[in-house]
């Protein structure tokens, strides 16, 4: 009997003592005790690199900024966009050879600052003739249509004189390609100049000047 009773009073201990100790809190498990995952950490937003290094050619960062405005993107790099208009601007005050001696990089460059407000006479665009043009570079003359086309006054003459030789030469590359298939950039061309995405901001000055040259 004495045995028996101290048996009962050792497991009344031993169960005490396991009430006592307080059970270790689970790292890997949520409040109903069931096995959980730790959730892994997001990814870093990626930076995107739209616009290449400073090492990169003006023409090439020109095609990349002229691509985001005809897409309707362009707000989403507006620092990047005025850095490199910014760049552009000083060499074009400078008549930076990388731009003044190639057709097309010129071209480009006067309809981008004048779309974006920056100051620049086509009094510039006046070693640009009809002679200085491969008769089939295509792409430097369709550049130089869209010159003609951001015309600011009606006493622009060099534009006027630029859009109608580089228009009538790029028709006779559409006609000489008309049994053939047109490339994009072909295609480009037959596009009618209304459909160019121009900043709102260029559409509206025009408005203005036009009313200011009547």
């Known amino acids: 009997l004495i045995n028996g009773m101290d048996q009962k009073k050792v497991r009344e201990t031993r ?33 995107i690199q739209c616009f290449p290094t ?79 043009v491969h008769l089939n570079d295509t792409r430097s003359l369709l550049e130089l249509y869209k010159v003609s086309q951001v015309s600011t006054s009606k006493h622009e003459l060099i534009l006027d004189s630029i859009g ?5 030469l790029l028709k006779e590359q559409l006609r000489s390609s008309k049994a053939q298939k ?7 061309v037959n596009t009618q100049p209304e459909t160019y995405l121009y900043p709102q901001h260029f559409i509206d000055s025009l408005r203005m000047c036009s009313v200011v040259n009547l």
């Open 54 to 132: 400073s090492s990169t050619n003006i023409h090439h960062q020109l095609s990349m900024l002229d691509v985001l405005e005809k897409i309707g993107i362009s707000r989403h790099f507006a620092g990047e966009i005025k850095s490199v208009l910014d760049f552009t601007y000083s060499r074009w005050l400078q008549r930076d050879e990388e731009i003044m001696l190639d057709t097309g990089t010129c071209a480009m460059a006067f309809r981008i600052l004048r779309m974006n407000g920056y100051d620049v006479s086509s009094d510039s665009l006046s070693h640009l003739t009809e002679a200085s």
């Open 15 to 47: 169960r005490k003592q396991q009430l006592q100790e307080p059970e270790p809190a689970p790292s890997s498990h949520n409040t109903a005790g069931v096995a959980t995952v730790a959730p892994l950490p997001l990814p870093a937003s990626p930076q």
């Open 164 to 168: 109608s030789w580089s228009g009538r």
């Open 182 to 188: 047109l490339t994009p950039l072909l295609r480009e």
